[in-house]
């Protein structure tokens, strides 16, 4: 019989090669697994990270992490690895494992802007810079010069704020090796 976990949807223990805990440690086993993910997917996101698992993209952008989230990141991919892959781990260890990792995923988003009205900034810089562009093409052209002008600097702006995630849009996913 399937179990629902809270925030994370289905479990089923059948098709879980963790079956042999109890409903409340699978559920947590399932949010390490979605935090490793969030975690996994904020890295390739905000700094390019490449590899097939979190410790492999850890390597690849060790460099522009600060030193306690490095460490703190490998304690995950750690936790992670024993969890799913090895099952190395006593059951009553599995709350502490989910604090580690929503704390690490929280930080990792404070040290990203994720989350932090970041959105609501750079979608006032690209509005203001679309009036500025607006306004000079009025004064200096006409009602279509200044709507073009307005396009021109939205545009600019757009692409140096999002071109990641532009790029991902028009291009798709990059190609993992």
């Known amino acids: 019989m399937p179990i629902r976990c809270p925030e994370d949807g289905i479990v089923d223990p059948a098709k879980s090669s963790v079956s042999s805990i109890a409903s409340d440690e699978l559920c947590s086993v399932a949010e390490v697994v979605k935090c490793s993910k969030e975690i996994g997917d904020i890295l390739d996101e ?5 590899g097939a698992g979190l410790s492999e993209k850890v390597a690849s952008i060790e460099h ?17 690895n024993k969890v799913t892959c090895e099952r190395q781990f006593e059951p ?11 704390d690490t995923l929280t930080d990792l988003r404070a040290l990203t802007g994720e989350g ?25 052209f006409n ?35």
Not at 46 to 50: I, K, V
Not at 92 to 102: F, L, N, T
Not at 152 to 176: E, N, P
Request: charged content about 15%.
């Open 46 to 50: 905000f700094f390019d990270a490449t």
């Open 64 to 80: 522009a992490l600060p030193q306690g989230m490095k460490t703190k990141l490998r304690a995950v991919a750690v936790i992670y």
């Open 92 to 102: 009553s260890e599995i709350a502490v494992y989910v604090a580690q990792c929503r």
């Open 116 to 140: 932090s009205g970041r959105w609501l900034v750079e979608l006032m810089f690209i509005g203001i810079s679309g009036f500025a562009g607006f306004s000079v093409g009025m004064r200096n």
């Open 143 to 177: 009602f279509g010069g200044g709507i073009a002008l307005a396009l021109v600097c939205v545009s600019g702006c757009a692409l140096v704020l999002w071109h990641k995630r532009l790029y991902k849009t028009i291009i798709g996913k990059k190609h993992k090796k």
